[in-house]
């Protein structure tokens, strides 16, 4: 039986995240990852991001403990007439079955997320050779499947075994007629029995061959149709065979590797980048460093830590800080991909912002018109205001926000009059005010609006195509997720949660016409100082920790142009907002319908029968 989920990738029969881990094998493990990617999706245009996603996740992967080298390579379009989507097929060679629990466990590829299609995330025991890089510099790769049944009994292990001994046989008679070993067109070869992640999966032997780059198809495919003539006899067993070449293979070793290629200095930040975040202005480098004093149970310790200084009498801080987490590779696999929580793009409350020095009596009484206007439109509406306190310069940035009924937001009337409204009030200021924009978001939740009186509103600036905004739905959700607590308990907050998420989604109405969209949160903060605190330690902890923090603000900053974000206290509500609030309250329940039942017209006679009058 195997030990754990029946649906990760499994060694020996034990779960990457089983308990029995400890028991995996000390020998070397080869993952055998196989990407397939989103239509127009390409890692080998530098232009794209995907692109640079998956050269920092190639760095990553090089740091993790019991890593050893990596090959890497498109598939050649030739022998894939089933798909043109971009396929791409990965070995990694780890010291032992700790190193591939290690790499299972850990963040991985999934700063691709988003972009694949599938993937297959599977490991044979095998090794490669240490030097193959010396004799492979310009070589490419033949993967060979042999499918057999899963009824495949273990009484027929033997069977296994000669398998194996006839792939060995028959392969070494490849280079056997030229003279020298260095004139022969097969660099090196092996082969090993997948390891199973299901019992009822069927049985599948790989071979691998290493080819010089030069070697022309037609001679591969000779060989290859010589190979089956040998193992006609086994191969009339099985239930299928799959060969596919790869186009050049790239090389990563953790000694090849040159300070230029993958180094682990902090990431340079992109030189059209901007941003006033205080987060994703964070340098971090993308290295393996979890342990069990920062990771363990599946926790963040060091946020659990900040929960407990947060509660204790007297604190010993304002509340708790951000708590790490990631997508582990072992979740990227054949049998499933993790879920990505699509963001609404249905907005439902309008935002208007614009830039002014509040101190100007003439636009405070403009800008005050202008809520009582717009609080005219519809019944005692959800309607908040506040200024940017982290605003520099002359002027205030000013934030007012609006949610319209869903029956009148949708009338034609209604919109109209409130772009009037708008319209007027620009009017009115003139030069006194500046960068006026106009733009709807996702209502925050009502609840926690009404506890917290700062709000941080955060805009990415993200590219119009659709697989990078699918990545930036997949990386925002473990930003949100940091602003949680870890405990075991049944809420997601606490009394001691520094930042409470309030709303997210794409933004709709942009004013300004560019060639990004817009996708935009609102965190809220109940607590004196707690924001400036939790922005801190996430800054801190991410310099040192890219597993835990590090990767979301680098994931987010390669997806993103420019990110700004408004530190608003919201202001009181006007007296006259009080006063219609409470009137509204006191106001008398409208009369209830009359039912049919209520009709004079409709009487019950002695008879025990309806009779209805004539009209």
Same mark, same amino acid.
């Given at each position: 039986m195997l030990t754990g989920r029946m649906d990760t990738p499994c060694l020996n029969n034990i779960a990457y995240n089983s308990k029995q881990t400890t028991q995996l094998p000390a020998v070397p493990v080869l993952s055998i990852i196989h990407f397939t990617f989103h239509a127009g999706v390409n890692i080998l245009e530098p232009s794209q991001l995907a692109s640079i996603l998956w050269q920092k996740s190639l760095k990553f992967v090089s740091t993790i403990p019991g890593f050893q080298q990596l090959y890497w390579a498109t598939v050649d379009a030739d022998t894939d007439t089933a798909s043109?989507?971009? @396929? +791409?097929? +990965?070995?990694? @060679?780890?010291? !032992?079955?700790?190193?591939?629990k290690l790499f299972q466990s850990s963040l991985g590829f999934a700063m691709m997320l988003g972009y694949i299609r599938n993937i297959s995330n599977r490991c044979i025991q095998i090794t490669l050779p240490a030097n193959l890089s010396r004799v492979s510099f310009d070589s490419v790769l033949e993967i060979v499947s042999f499918q057999f049944s899963d009824t495949l009994p273990t009484a027929q292990v033997d069977q296994k075994s000669d398998f194996r001994s006839k792939w060995e046989s028959t392969i070494s008679l490849y280079p056997s007629n030229v003279t020298t070993e260095s004139e022969s067109e097969l660099i090196h070869y092996c082969g090993e029995w997948l390891e199973l992640d299901h019992p009822s999966e069927g049985q599948f032997f790989i071979g691998l061959l290493f080819w010089k780059s030069d070697t022309v198809g037609n001679q591969r495919e000779a060989n290859f149709h010589n190979f089956r003539h040998y193992i006609a006899d086994l191969v009339k067993d099985t239930t299928g +065979?799959? !060969?596919?070449y790869t186009n050049h293979l790239n090389k990563v070793s953790f000694e090849s590797a040159t300070p230029e290629q993958?180094?682990?200095?902090?990431?340079?930040?992109?030189?059209?980048?901007? %941003? &006033?975040?205080? +987060?994703?202005?964070?340098?971090? /480098?993308? /290295?393996? &460093?979890?342990?069990?004093?920062?990771?363990?149970?599946?926790?963040d310790q060091l946020?659990?830590? !900040?929960?407990?200084?947060?509660?204790? %009498?007297?604190?010993?801080?304002?509340?708790?800080?951000?708590?790490? !987490?990631w997508y582990p590779m072992g979740t990227l696999c054949q049998h499933h991909l993790p879920r990505r929580q699509g963001y609404p793009r249905n907005p439902d409350m309008e935002w208007i912002s614009f830039r002014a020095q509040l101190e100007d009596s003439r636009v405070t009484g403009l800008f005050e018109d202008l809520r009582r /206007?717009?609080?005219?439109?519809?019944?005692c509406p959800d309607l908040f205001w506040g200024k940017d306190q982290e605003e520099e310069g002359g002027s205030d940035r000013i934030s007012?926000?609006?949610?319209?009924?869903?029956s009148k937001g949708q009338q034609p009337e209604t919109r109209g009059q409130f772009q009037q409204f708008i319209k007027e009030f620009s009017d009115r200021c003139g030069d006194a005010i500046h960068d006026l924009s106009h733009r709807r978001i996702v209502r925050p939740i009502p609840i926690f609006m009404g506890l917290c009186r700062e709000i941080d509103i955060t805009v990415f600036h993200i590219s119009e195509?659709?697989?990078?905004q699918r990545s930036v739905e997949y990386a925002f959700s473990l930003f949100k997720r940091t602003t949680h607590q870890q405990q075991r308990v049944q809420s997601i907050h606490s009394p001691w949660s520094a930042i409470k998420a309030l709303s997210e989604g794409w933004l709709s109405d942009?004013?300004?016409?560019?060639?990004?969209i817009q996708f935009v949160s609102v965190f809220g903060c109940e607590k004196e100082g707690a924001r400036e605190e939790w922005y801190s330690d996430f800054a801190q902890r991410a310099q040192t920790q890219y597993d835990l923090l590090g990767h979301i603000i680098d994931w987010l900053r390669t997806l993103s142009k420019h990110i700004t974000i408004q530190c608003l206290r919201l202001e009181n509500d006007d007296p006259w907002m009080t006063a219609d609030k409470h009137a509204k309250r006191e106001r008398p329940p409208s009369p209830v319908p009359p039912s049919i039942f209520d009709i004079p017209w409709a009487n019950n006679s002695k008879d025990g029968f309806w009779h209805v009058k004539s009209l």
């Open positions: 043109q989507d971009q @396929q +791409v097929i +990965v070995l990694i @060679q780890w010291d !032992s079955g700790h190193g591939w +065979v799959v !060969s596919a993958f180094d682990t200095s902090p990431t340079p930040i992109a030189a059209q980048f901007e %941003t &006033n975040h205080p +987060v994703f202005r964070t340098p971090v /480098k993308p /290295k393996y &460093n979890v342990d069990e004093s920062t990771f363990s149970e599946n926790r946020h659990l830590e !900040s929960m407990r200084q947060a509660r204790r %009498t007297p604190p010993q801080r304002i509340a708790g800080g951000p708590a790490g !987490s /206007k717009l609080w005219r439109i519809g019944d007012l926000f609006m949610e319209l009924e869903a195509n659709e697989f990078d942009q004013s300004e016409q560019t060639d990004t």
